[in-house]
Structure formats: C-alpha cells, structure tokens
C-alpha cells in the first residue's frame, strides 16, 4: 500500500552560495560554495529526515541547477511530483555572507532580477491536488507572496488546504530583496494570515509585522491562530500552542552556521506535531516538550555548514536533548 506523504511544503527552492571565509563584504569575497536551500525545501527535507513524509511543491529552472535540487530533495526521501518545470527561468541561487560568529546575510541575487527566476512562475492550474486529499499539514513561506503566478499558486493551494481540512503553518520568512515592491508586502502577508493555523517567526519580523514580540499576545491580536512562536536566534522562543503560553532558551552550542536554522526549528515542530495530535497541545507539559524538541533541531543545524546538508537525524536529537 503506498505510504502518502503527510506535510506539504511549498515555495522556494533554491541554491545558497555562502562565502567560504567568514567576516568578509561581498567584495572581498573569493570563493563560495553552494548548498540547496530555500525554506520550504528545507523543512520538507528536515521532517522526512526525522521520520515524517513530505512532499514539496515548487518550481526549478530546466537546467543543471535545478535537476541538482530536486535530486538533492529525492535523496532524502522527499516526494517530488509536485515540481514543476520552468523551460527558460533560471533556478534561483542567492548569495549570502557570514560574520565571524556564523550569522549569515543575504547578500542579492547575483546580475539578475528577484522576479526573474524559475520558482516565481509556479503555475496554480498544474498544482497536484492528490497530494491535499491524503496530507494532514500544508507548510509555506511568504516569499513566492511576491509575484504575480507564484503569489496565484499560494492561494490556489489555500483553497486545496482547506477543503481537505489541512493544518496550514506559515513561517513569515521576510527577506526584502525578494520583493520587486515592498510596499505590497504587509497588505498580502496579512491576507494570507486570515487561512493560517499556526505561524512561525523571528523576532525582528514580529516587530515589523505586529509590533509586539510576544507570541501570545500575537496569538490573541490574531483570533484565528492556533498557535505562534517567535525565534530569536540562540535566545528564548516565545510560544503560545492553544493557549499554552511559555518561553524556552536553545542548548548553546559550538556555531558554524546559522543558515535554515529556523527551518530546522519548524521541521522539529512539525514533526512532533504528526506525532502528537491537535488536541495535545493542550497539555502545557507537551506543548513545552514539542517547542524543546524543535529548539534541539535548530539548535544541532547550525553546528554544520548548509541548510539541508546540517538537518540531524532523529537519533542525533534524541543524544542531544538526553545529553542536554
């Protein structure tokens, strides 16, 4: 019997080309080397590394770049059949430099537009809606809310989430330099938060999205959410899951890289999510111990380089936390 996946990610896929020497500007900069990444990918790879299905759902240029990807996803267990194929959009990598304490900065998009790659001609009409009819969490970044095709195909795959009775989890994701018009920016995010169950966020995009840090004043402010947590790097996550209100401060370690750490964070939740049921969050003890587990998961990804080459292993976060 064929095991469906049970996350759905979509959005962005794309190429990282991170700096080989840390703490220098762009110009100084002799050599990168490239890691896939883009959010969704990366969460999708972290909880079908862990022991959860997914699939992801985006779009790569028809060159080597993009058959890299996608190979990279099926290596890791990620059901690719909603990958569409664009036949002259490249796929997009972007650049991104790190300080010498292993925070990371995106540094653009090379000589070419933010518009102009592949993953921002996602087509709504060729969405695979088997995948919504056996899923139980559709999972999406705000990014692909920048262009006009991608920004159809989200809301395209809202109406499929929601007529197959999905959780939907949005990690807010803001990087301005993907945005051709910031200004449309909040106006679409917000739109998108009306469908959203749970959402997932930094500090610095809580201020500029609501004004407040506060994961449970977030939660209230909203009325629809189920739940919020609010990262801050190696400093305490604010989470509020049904109505548990709390704070966590991540295990300090020995920092390589901080790249798709906040995807790792989701992937964790996620997965204790279709592990644990709806209802469990509840229980303030479970609801502490699934944000405690994604932390572990963040936490483990930035003591290698590349976001989906640094996802742990369930039994790496299990020693972890033991240790821990």
């Not at 985006?58 to 890299?68: A, H, N, P, S, Y």
């Not at 999972?139 to 989430?161: C, D, H, K, N, W």
């Not at 999905?166 to 990087?175: A, E, F, P, Q």
């Not at 279709?274 to 699934?290: E, G, T």
Request: aromatic letters at 10%.
């Amino acid at each position: 019997m064929k095991s469906y996946p049970r996350i759905i990610c979509l959005g962005e896929i794309l190429w990282d080309c991170l700096a080989d020497v840390a703490g220098q500007s762009m110009e100084k900069v002799q050599s990168w080397t490239a890691y896939p990444g883009g959010a969704p990918a990366n969460v999708a790879c972290g909880v079908t590394k862990l022991g959860t299905p997914a699939a992801f759902v985006g779009c790569v240029g028809q060159d080597e770049l993009g058959f890299g990807l996608v190979k990279k996803l099926q290596s890791h267990g990620v059901d690719c059949t909603g990958i569409q194929y664009h036949p002259s959009a490249p796929t997009r990598q972007v650049y991104v430099l790190r300080d010498l304490q292993g925070e990371r900065y995106f540094a653009g998009f090379g000589h070419l537009p933010s518009d102009s790659f592949a993953d921002a001609f996602l087509q709504p009409r060729d969405l695979p809606e088997n995948l919504f009819l056996h899923a139980d969490f559709f999972v999406l970044g705000t990014l692909e809310l920048a262009y006009p095709s991608s920004r159809a195909a989200i809301f395209r795959a809202l109406q499929l989430a929601e007529l197959y009775n999905l959780s939907i989890i949005v990690d807010i994701n803001w990087r301005s330099m993907f945005w051709p018009d910031e200004s449309i920016a909040k106006p679409f995010i917000k739109n998108l938060l009306k469908f959203v169950d749970f959402i997932k966020l930094s500090k610095e995009e809580a201020l500029w999205l609501f004004d407040k840090t506060d994961a449970g004043a977030i939660v209230h402010s909203q009325g629809n959410l189920e739940g919020a947590m609010v990262t801050d790097g190696s400093n305490e996550v604010s989470y509020c899951l049904s109505n548990n209100e709390g704070k966590f401060t991540p295990i300090s370690v020995n920092v390589q890289d901080t790249t798709g750490a906040g995807d790792a964070f989701l992937a964790g939740f996620i997965h204790q999510l279709a592990i644990h049921s709806l209802s469990s969050l509840k229980n303030p003890d479970v609801a502490r111990d699934i944000i405690t587990y994604a932390c572990g998961v963040g936490s483990l990804s930035t003591t290698k380089f590349g976001a989906i080459s640094s996802l742990p292993t369930p039994e790496e976060v299990e020693f972890f936390l033991s240790k821990n």
